[in-house]
């Protein structure tokens, strides 16, 4: 899986963790739906992105990374 796949995902499973939907979870964090919907369509995803979820959601980098998610084996770029 994709580095950007990944992390869609995980802010995907943070909103479902939390009984919120994604379009509630970016606007608590100021980060536009059309940037968490289109991430699949690119290659990169930027700090400042994850940041503002975690920000929103009131959690810290570590823990957003801190998933079976992000193993090695399973993100290939």
Do not use: W
Request: net charge positive.
């Amino acid at each position: 899986m994709r580095l950007v796949d990944a992390v869609q995902l995980r802010i995907k499973d943070l909103a479902k963790e939390r009984n919120i939907s994604m379009y509630r979870l970016c606007t608590m964090s100021g980060v536009p739906q059309t940037t968490v919907i289109t991430m699949p369509r690119s290659s990169t995803v930027k700090l400042s992105t994850i940041y503002g979820i975690c920000e929103g959601l009131e959690i810290s980098l570590k823990e957003f990374f801190d998933s079976p998610r992000f193993k090695r084996e399973i993100v290939t770029d």
